[in-house]
């Protein structure tokens, strides 16, 4: 008894010394991952003559707010922000309701093409842009669909869509079909099972396959670059694109400023959708 006593008394001294450890390695990672929105910030309010200054402070030495009106007045960015906006709503509406239910019938129904449409759904995302863009420029040309909003729309569906239906394929294959047969047991009919069981439990899974088509939709800026040309159909990337000079010189201060308002809306996005990440997890299990 002495003995295990001692053991377990080790272990847990063993255990907050390592606490320690890991809460500073998790305080390393978040700084990792915070510095360079830091820097944008601290960037955007500080003056020309500070960025170009050859001994640079890490602390703007007063806030100027000049960088966000000459951004806004130069690059339009309201116009470009509302264009990208449309984009990626339309597009993250049109992947969610494809890949439900393709992902529920890969998870669920065990058939010969479930393979051929796995491997499929792999392949498809080890095609290079570039492979591909002359082919998707011509059949844009061709059904009219070039240089216009609808057009982006459908390309960045197509190209979401694989991925966004191998997240949600996962999502449903981890939760147990023991649920579904318990619900028609109970007599509930297929559709009540899959609103009433299956949904809430898929919440999470589609909450996290909708910020992904969001803000990969949001940032995209090849495809964008080659199929949009008028200055009025342009989204938040390629707006942004035009304070980087011909000959490279960049406007640090009006970039770093726009890049921050073009992060509100997808923190806007997630501070509404993340609730649900958590919430249906287990709603869906006492429904029936």
Do not use: C, H
């Not at 439900?100 to 129904?109: G, I, V």
């Not at 996962?170 to 023991?178: A, L, R």
């Amino acid at each position: 008894m002495s003995t295990q006593t001692s053991t377990l008394t080790r272990r847990g001294k063993s255990r907050l010394a390592v606490r320690p450890l890991q809460y500073l390695a998790l305080l390393a990672y978040m700084v990792f991952l915070g510095f360079p929105l830091l820097w944008l910030i601290l960037v955007a309010f500080k003056t020309p003559r500070e960025l170009n200054s050859p001994n640079p402070t890490f602390l703007p030495q007063q806030l100027n707010f000049d960088n966000f009106a000459q951004a806004i007045a130069k690059a339009d960015l309201f116009t470009a922000a509302g264009n990208s906006l449309i984009v990626a709503v339309a597009t993250t509406t049109v992947v969610t309701l494809m890949a439900l239910p393709a992902a529920y019938a890969l998870a669920r129904f065990k058939t010969k093409l479930r393979g051929i449409a796995t491997g499929w759904i792999l392949l498809s995302q080890v095609f290079p842009f570039i492979l591909i863009i002359i082919p998707l420029f011509i059949v844009l040309r061709n059904i009219g669909l070039l240089n216009s909003l609808l057009g982006l729309i459908v390309i960045y569906s197509i190209w979401s869509l694989p991925f966004a239906l191998w997240m949600l394929q996962g999502y449903i294959g981890g939760i147990p079909p023991e649920l579904e047969e318990a619900g028609a047991m109970d007599g509930a009919s297929r559709p009540r099972i899959l609103r009433a069981i299956v949904l809430p439990l898929l919440m999470p899974g589609l909450v996290a396959t909708s910020l992904f088509t969001f803000i990969s939709s949001w940032n995209e800026f090849f495809f964008a670059l080659v199929l949009i040309q008028s200055p009025e159909l342009q989204t938040l990337p390629l707006t942004l694109a035009r304070f980087v000079g011909a000959e490279g010189q960049v406007q640090l201060g009006q970039l770093a400023a726009g890049s921050l308002l073009a992060t509100i809306p997808s923190l806007v996005f997630f501070a509404i959708i993340q609730k649900r990440l958590t919430s249906g997890l287990l709603s869906g299990a006492v429904k029936g």
